[in-house]
């Protein structure tokens, strides 16, 4: 099983399967227009930007199980997210990535590369650790997905290669990116 064994509703309506887009390096990241992180989006479509012609994708998939960061439309959402961010890297129509109701291609990806905890050097580690243990505490355990642009590196053979959490910035993932490209 990969990913391509999976189907999303892009925010056209149009549903796909992810085999559209086999043999390219991509990123997936569940996404949220009000959350701390939310600035990530700049990021993202910096990466997007350099490296689509290189055979690179993003797919964002919103959500609105953390805090009820993502309360928008799904039109709202991709109005937003093309005013603020500029972005253009395919966006997928809200979904839920965690607990029993969870998009079956986000309970593939949290079973494939558990949960190994957040980037200890990042500012916001130890608030956001703090913060889930004080009012989401049933959220650490286990490996699902624990908060918003928790990101998922997948080979151009839809292979599961790399977790990162939402504490990892995009940027910071260029060189993972880089090697899968080149190999």
């Keep these: 099983m990969n ?3 999976f189907t999303g509703t892009l925010m056209s309506g149009r549903e796909v399967s992810l085999e559209e887009y086999k043999g390219k390096v991509i990123l997936i990241v569940n996404t949220a227009s009000q959350c701390g992180f939310t600035f990530q989006y700049a990021d993202l479509q910096r990466l997007y930007d350099r490296y689509k012609e290189k055979g690179f994708v ?3 998939f919103p959500c609105n199980q953390f805090a009820e960061q993502e309360p928008g439309t799904n039109e709202e959402v991709n ?8 972005v253009s890297f395919p966006m ?24 190994e905890g957040f980037n200890p050097f990042h500012s916001v580690a130890k608030l956001l650790t703090a913060m889930l243990n004080e009012k989401y ?3 650490l355990p286990g490996d699902s997905i624990k908060w918003n ?27 993972d990116i880089e090697m899968l490209l080149q190999s």
């Design 3 to 5: 990913v391509y064994d």
């Design 58 to 60: 993003i797919l964002g």
């Design 79 to 86: 109005t937003f997210c093309m005013i603020n961010y500029g």
């Design 92 to 115: 997928f129509q809200k979904v839920e990535v965690r607990g029993e109701n969870a998009h079956p291609l986000f309970k593939f990806l949290s079973a494939s590369k558990p949960f």
């Design 137 to 139: 505490p049933d959220y």
């Design 149 to 175: 642009f928790t990101k998922f590196l997948i080979s151009a053979e839809g292979e599961v290669i790399k977790r990162f959490e939402a504490t990892t910035d995009p940027l910071d993932m260029e060189q």
